[in-house]
């Protein structure tokens, strides 16, 4: 079964505290994605990396930074944690290879609800 | 990135086809059209992905014109378990392309 694993369910942090978010795939997949969600916006990406140590920007990077060392793993992290990044964060994989005779299809953690006081 | 359109929300009674449409008219030549579905407290899940023409899997069917400006999600005799918000994507889906997300449409199912 094809997993993307988001180490916390839920998280509280303090304002200003630096914050990791680490998330894991164990498909091989070279893609991997950086949303937050907020009620009335959808998802929005924040970053994605198509290959180890790569990063791009999405939509709303600011405030954040991502790490990619390996692989297998795409950290999110926050700085200077602020109470407008209380969100729920996903984290998405997918690979570029053609694997259904069409495009491809991306898979989802269960999400990170962070809350910022 | 192709932009979508769809309704912000539909509502359904249990049992009937629910049809829902995205518009993306500045589609591309090498641009899939890919559904996803989201619950509540859950990350989003592939429900069909197509080119052309008509998909069909065990979940849903996708209509696609042969202008390819827009498409139709179509899931039969919905059940309450199908509330979810649905979201339409454009794009290649291949090499370094990220995956774009707009707002979705909001289903909802009443018994």
């Known amino acids: 079964d094809v997993k993307v694993t988001q180490s916390s369910r839920y998280l509280v942090k303090r304002t200003g505290e630096k914050v990791f978010l680490e998330c894991v795939q164990d498909m091989d997949h070279e893609n991997m994605f950086w949303y937050r969600q907020d009620p009335g916006l959808g998802l929005r990406l924040i970053y994605f990396?198509?290959?180890?140590?790569?990063?791009e920007k999405g939509d709303i990077p600011e405030g954040y930074s991502v790490s990619r060392e390996k692989k297998e793993r795409f950290s999110l992290i926050l700085e200077s944690a602020s109470t407008n990044q209380t969100s729920m964060y996903l984290c998405a994989s997918s690979s570029p290879h053609d694997t259904t005779g069409g495009g491809t299809e991306a898979f989802f953690g269960q999400g990170t609800r962070l809350t910022v006081v | 990135l192709a932009k979508t359109t769809q309704p912000i929300s539909m509502d359904s009674y249990e049992g009937q086809e629910v049809n829902i449409t995205c518009s993306h008219n500045?589609?591309?030549?090498?641009?899939?059209i890919t559904w996803y579905q989201q619950f509540p407290s859950q990350g989003p899940r592939f429900i069909i992905q197509?080119?052309?023409t008509k998909v069909t899997n065990e979940v849903a069917s996708l209509f696609i014109p042969a202008d390819r400006k827009s498409s139709t999600l179509s899931l039969p005799r919905v059940s309450l378990s199908d509330t979810a918000v649905y979201y339409c994507l454009v794009g290649d889906m291949g090499g370094n392309t990220p995956l774009v997300f707009g707002k979705g449409t909001r289903l909802s199912v009443i018994a």
């Open positions: 197509g080119y052309k």
């Open positions: 990396s198509y290959d180890v140590k790569m990063k």
């Open positions: 500045n589609i591309a030549t090498n641009d899939y």
